[in-house]
């Protein structure tokens, strides 16, 4: 794949916003883990290398892509469905009051894209962080951890109480922002990095806010650990203050507006893509002016197979 110029300008973009996250082109270059000279020669296109391996790497590594330039193509987010708003709100309450607060969700419901869309909104700020996990030991989640928000560790070894302090010091230094921490598919997560979570919150209470979010196993799998006497279980359930968050998933209306900003409208087709989605039926409950009361909805919960049918609904359009 070659690189035009204007990709290449997209990709100095990103990696300037990414400057504004972080605070300097050195937290940027450990981010990237790049050489910050290297860094220095693209954003002033000196970079002299043969193709375009660094750049696709670098621009990968920002979320940037082919076409993200070009009418801003690619999957739309409706930040205005029920649950996107839920979880935005969630986000902004645990940062006002520097709270640890978890979801726990079926797969495909909708966790990580406002998540993801909450962390780019405010990436200008330098004060919210987004971690997306994978089946990592404590050692490899604390190094994907401090290079995710551009801490430079220095040369040597250093051990993990020495890394989690120099973590702790990074928040720490950032007080006045209200730092938040969002960690995505925290389930996926071995139980010894589940627990880096017990001295973050006993050193930044009332600093650091953290939301973790995952499936129905992650709820699932510490409130076992609690009942079983689990080490670590219910220090991280007391810290999360029992309580997990769940989404209702998406009715007709949020459907019809995810198929909006991803140009369909065509009530008909919204009406069968809906359909296609196989929605269930949940009680939810909603205020009147009487008090609460519970209502039936119709929802589906998988949105992952909405983009997957939008774009088939996209491609029929271009033929």
């Not at 250093?158 to 598919?185: N, V, Y």
């Not at 880096?196 to 979010?213: F, G, K, Q, R, T």
Request: contains cysteine; glycine residues 8%.
């Amino acid at each position: 794949m070659q690189l035009t110029q204007q990709h290449k300008e997209e990709i100095k973009t990103f990696i300037r916003q990414k400057e504004k996250q972080l605070g300097s082109q050195t937290a940027v270059s450990t981010f990237l883990e790049i050489s910050t000279g290297t860094l220095s020669q693209m954003l002033n296109d000196e970079y002299k290398a043969k193709g375009d391996s660094m750049w696709l790497q670098v621009g990968t590594k920002l979320g940037w892509r082919i076409g993200i330039g070009e009418d801003n193509k690619g999957w739309q987010i409706a930040a205005n469905t029920h649950d996107c708003k839920v979880i935005i709100k969630l986000l902004n309450d645990a940062k006002s009051m520097s709270l640890f607060m978890p979801i726990s969700d079926y797969a495909g419901i909708g966790k990580s894209t406002p998540l993801k869309y909450y962390a780019q909104l405010h990436q200008d700020s330098g004060a919210v962080f987004y971690i997306k996990c994978r089946e990592w030991g404590k050692t490899e989640f604390l190094n994907h951890l401090t290079r995710q928000i551009g801490l430079n560790l220095g040369r040597g070894f250093k051990t993990h109480d020495e890394i989690l302090d120099c973590i702790i010091g990074f928040f720490s230094d950032r007080a006045s922002m209200k730092p938040l921490l969002i960690i995505d598919e925290y389930d996926k997560l071995k139980a010894p990095s589940k627990r880096v979570l017990i001295p973050l919150y006993n050193e930044l209470e009332d600093v650091l806010s953290v939301v973790v979010a995952g499936t129905e196993h992650l709820k699932t799998e510490i409130k076992a650990g609690v009942t079983r006497k689990g080490k670590g279980y219910d220090e991280i359930d007391s810290r999360l203050g029992r309580e997990y968050m769940t989404l209702m998933g998406s009715s007709l209306n949020d459907i019809r507006e995810m198929c909006k900003v991803n140009g369909l409208v065509d009530a008909d087709m919204v009406k069968g893509i809906f359909e296609e989605l196989k929605p269930v039926r949940k009680m939810i409950k909603v205020k009147t002016e009487q008090g609460e009361k519970e209502v039936q909805v119709r929802v589906a919960t998988d949105l992952r197979r909405l983009k997957r049918i939008v774009q088939r609904e996209q491609l029929k359009q271009l033929k």
